[in-house]
């Protein structure tokens, strides 16, 4: 579910940046700092190895990067979608 949450989020930036915003290199920076963050995690979790955060401070992380970077709007699709294909 995480690689699909991080999958979705990586479309958001592409039809954010696709749309002409004018913060264009932060709004990228920030979405490169947000998957440095969490893509460890997830490989972690792969892989079984290494330290990792427990669940639900990595879920936190996430919603706070969403919040952060004002993606509130597109949370339906992030979440939801990740939800619905774990089935």
Same mark, same amino acid.
């Given at each position: /579910?995480? @690689?699909? %949450?991080?999958?979705?989020?990586?479309? %958001?930036?592409?039809?954010i940046l696709?749309?002409? &915003? $004018?913060?264009?290199?932060?709004?990228? &920076?920030? /979405?490169?700092?947000?998957?440095?963050?969490?893509?460890?995690?997830?490989i972690s979790? @792969?892989? $079984?190895?290494? &330290?990792?955060?427990?669940?639900?401070?990595? %879920?936190?992380?996430?919603?706070?990067?969403?919040? $952060?970077?004002? !993606?509130?709007?597109?949370?339906?699709?992030?979440?939801?979608?990740?939800?619905?294909? !774990?089935?």
């Amino acid at each position: /579910m995480l @690689l699909r %949450v991080c999958f979705n989020l990586t479309i %958001v930036t592409r039809d954010i940046l696709a749309s002409g &915003s $004018q913060n264009k290199v932060e709004y990228a &920076s920030n /979405m490169s700092e947000m998957h440095h963050k969490i893509f460890p995690g997830i490989i972690s979790r @792969l892989t $079984q190895t290494g &330290s990792r955060y427990p669940d639900d401070v990595l %879920v936190g992380m996430l919603h706070g990067f969403i919040i $952060q970077f004002n !993606l509130e709007p597109h949370g339906h699709f992030i979440w939801d979608d990740a939800l619905r294909k !774990l089935k």
